[in-house]
């Protein structure tokens, strides 16, 4: 059972409640733990499709994946559809980001409840998880749990002997960044190149093989059981009123404890780096954070008191939460040559389908690694902003909308580093 906050010195938890606690390749120790509890409920009362997604509307649920977008809200706009599809996105390819491998291999039969709630609720018979290859252990995992849940009735035909069918499919990604991109994870299930879609029309209304699709992300789904099992009123007993629930933080850098956690939303980055990671390594100065992985922001020292949860890092500080990653700089750290690999890491990823990413991605860190050793660096750094902004305006997938907010957030905070560093980046 989920914890909660019976210690104030522990994290609360929900998604990870069993992870570690229990032998997660065992489905009668994930039962004993609760699993199966909210679907056995749904079938039990025969509670209609329609209240679970009031139900996840109501605990303000919103996208673990990113953009934390209200997962009731995506689940209702589905179009409506004789065939519908759910996926899972564990492709999990954001720098940083291990948060859905833990789940996937800690407590695999938590996700597969979480697909069959929603896959009940959106009217689809059949999920796909879409899990990163390199994941070999998580791959396992869920197949083994998948082939355990349908032979105990969870899964198949007549689910706990109700009208209700629903399966899983495991699908292997082949390391693709853009892959993450739930339109280009499309593309891909379907078994073609991952590129992404434009969108209007999203998933919900044109999906897999043209059918409505919803797509969450694993650490969405993870929460929906315990929802169903305690209520939207539980769920909305932690976080903020606009970001409930918890998040998986992942601790990265110059900490003294990296790792990752499970805590509140909005708890202060502070008490990330401090309290949870350990403080800054070797009791350094804390300098600033990137936050939220390659597509996300970097915020300063000023910045530490900021509460994460969807909305703060933007209001405060032009930053998202992104994926939950943390990635603690110490007073030593190079922000130029982070900005750099930052900016690699884009060009190695961009899918090459449309101009401005592709090109521009390249420019970028030709134009950095340029700034970096030029006369003029102010008139090259204002460059890669201007390009980086066409980006955003140009590109067809957020791929390419992205790298404005690193190299933005990199040259608002610490733009005299730039101006100032001696050390070429990169291999110049
Ligand atoms: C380049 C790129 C990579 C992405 N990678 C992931 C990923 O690894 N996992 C994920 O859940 N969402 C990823 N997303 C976001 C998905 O497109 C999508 O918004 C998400 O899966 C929706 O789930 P949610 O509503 O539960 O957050 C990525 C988006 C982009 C543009």
Redesign the pocket.
């Known amino acids: 059972m989920p914890r909660g906050k019976t210690d104030p010195k522990d994290s609360a938890r929900i998604v990870l409640a069993n992870c570690g606690a229990i032998d997660p390749e065992s489905l009668d120790a994930a039962v004993a733990a609760g699993a199966y509890e909210g679907l056995r409920k749904v079938i039990a009362e025969r509670i209609p499709p329609q209240a679970v997604v009031d139900e996840v509307t109501r605990s303000g649920l919103?996208?673990?994946?990113?953009?934390?977008?209200p997962?009731g809200k995506?689940w209702s706009l589905t179009a409506p559809g004789a065939v519908k599809y759910l996926?899972?996105?564990?492709?999990?390819?954001?720098p940083g980001?291990f948060k859905?491998r833990l789940i996937l291999e800690g407590d695999p039969h938590e996700l597969v409840e979480g697909m069959i709630l929603a896959g009940y609720a959106i009217g689809a018979r059949e999920g796909f998880v879409y899990i990163?290859g390199e994941y070999t252990r998580s791959i396992e995992r869920m197949t083994r749990a998948i082939d355990q849940a349908r032979a105990a009735g969870f899964l198949g035909e007549r689910i706990l002997g109700s009208d209700f069918a629903f399966d899983v499919v495991v699908k292997r990604g082949a390391g693709a960044?853009?892959?993450?991109?739930?339109?280009?994870?499309i593309e891909s299930i379907e078994g073609k190149r991952g590129f992404?879609r434009l969108k209007p029309p999203y998933p919900g209304q044109v999906g897999l093989w043209g059918h409505p699709t919803v797509?969450?992300?694993?650490?969405?789904?993870a929460n929906v059981p315990a929802i169903v099992r305690r209520g939207a009123a539980w769920f909305r007993s932690f976080g903020t009123p606009a970001s409930p629930g918890t998040k998986v933080f992942l601790i990265l850098g110059d900490v003294e404890r990296p790792g990752a956690i499970e805590a509140e939303m909005g708890t202060p980055l502070r008490t990330i780096v401090e309290e949870y990671g350990g403080g800054v390594r070797g009791g350094r100065r804390f300098k600033g954070a990137l936050i939220g992985g390659a597509?996300g922001a970097f915020v300063s020292e000023k910045q530490i008191d900021v509460a994460m949860d969807f909305d703060t890092p933007k209001a405060q500080a032009g930053a998202v939460l992104g994926?939950g990653s943390v990635l603690v700089l110490d007073e030593d750290a190079s922000v130029p040559k982070l900005l750099d690999e930052v900016l690699e890491f884009f060009e190695h990823?961009s899918c090459g389908q449309c101009t401005p990413c592709r090109a521009g991605t390249a420019q970028l860190v030709r134009i950095l690694r340029r700034a970096l050793t030029s006369e003029r660096r102010g008139e090259d750094l204002d460059r890669l902003v201007a390009l980086a902004q066409a980006m955003r305006d140009t590109s067809l997938?957020?791929?390419g909308?992205?790298p404005i907010l690193p190299i933005e957030s990199a040259l608002r905070h610490f733009r005299d580093e730039f101006l100032t560093c001696a050390v070429p980046v990169g291999r110049l």
């Open positions: 919103r996208g673990r994946g990113g953009a934390g977008f997962t995506k996926v899972c996105n564990a492709d999990e390819g954001e980001t859905d990163r960044y853009v892959c993450g991109d739930e339109t280009a994870l992404p797509v969450n992300n694993v650490e969405t789904l597509a994926s990823e997938c957020p791929l909308q992205s």
